[in-house]
């Protein structure tokens, strides 16, 4: 018997499946999960809490909490990336994509091209439509099977994991549906009216 030419530990080796392509350019990992809000946490009881999606000014619906937990829930294993540099993978989500909530007002595609979301507390995020549908995001309501952490956006937040996290909007209470992309909160300080992590769309003029 002959020793093969190449040893396995060197041929038979696999390409390192590091989470290097994962992480976007000037983030890190991090294995917490840390809280950033720009305010104190709202205490919205479940009882006074409702969703309601807008266009034109025009109310399309409104939904309970009861309600709202009734629509078809999708779940989420998804990488979050932060602007002030931490990012996270993996992370396991379920709620209801923005795909089913138009689908329950019976509208096939959205009524415009950008979004403004609305949240209690006051903040808000600008979206383009395109970024929300077809799966790409949901109003999330659980977080790694638990529901959401009040400091983590509970009961409800937007999630949109592929655009950096300021855009996934805590405390969540409704989406205007607009003609125009008309910054929110963080992106009327500096930030990106965009937000792209893989092209490190951190400030306005990224
Ligand atoms: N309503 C609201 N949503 C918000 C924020 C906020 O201050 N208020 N901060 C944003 C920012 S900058 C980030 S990084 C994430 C942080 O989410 P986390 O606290 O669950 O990590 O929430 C985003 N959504
Ligand atoms: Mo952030």
């Given at each position: 018997m002959s020793e093969p030419p190449i040893s396995r530990g060197f041929h038979g080796r696999k390409k390192p499946e590091g989470p290097t392509n994962r992480v976007p350019p000037g983030q890190h990992l991090v294995s917490d999960f840390p809280v950033l809000s720009a305010g104190p946490t709202p205490q919205t009881k479940l009882e006074v809490w409702s969703f309601t999606l807008e266009a034109g000014g025009k109310l399309l619906k409104e939904w309970s909490w009861a309600e709202f937990e009734a629509l078809p829930q999708t779940k989420i294993k998804t990488d979050i990336h932060c602007v002030t540099t931490w990012s996270k993978l993996g992370t396991n989500w379920q709620g209801v994509t923005i795909d089913d909530l138009l689908a329950a007002c019976g509208?096939?595609?959205?009524?415009?091209?950008y979004v403004l979301a609305e949240c209690d507390g006051g903040y808000t995020t600008n979206l383009p439509v395109e970024d929300l549908i077809e799966g790409k995001a949901m109003i999330a309501t659980r977080y790694e099977g638990q529901p959401l952490e009040p400091e983590h956006g509970g009961p409800a937040r937007l999630l949109?994991?592929?655009?950096?996290?300021?855009?996934?909007?805590?405390?969540v209470r409704g989406i205007q549906f607009r003609e125009g992309d008309e910054p929110g909160f963080w992106e009327a300080l500096g930030y990106h009216i965009y937000g792209d992590p893989w092209r490190e769309q951190r400030y306005a003029g990224d």
């Open positions: 509208l096939s595609e959205p009524p415009a091209p949109v994991p592929h655009l950096y996290f300021w855009k996934s909007a805590k405390w």
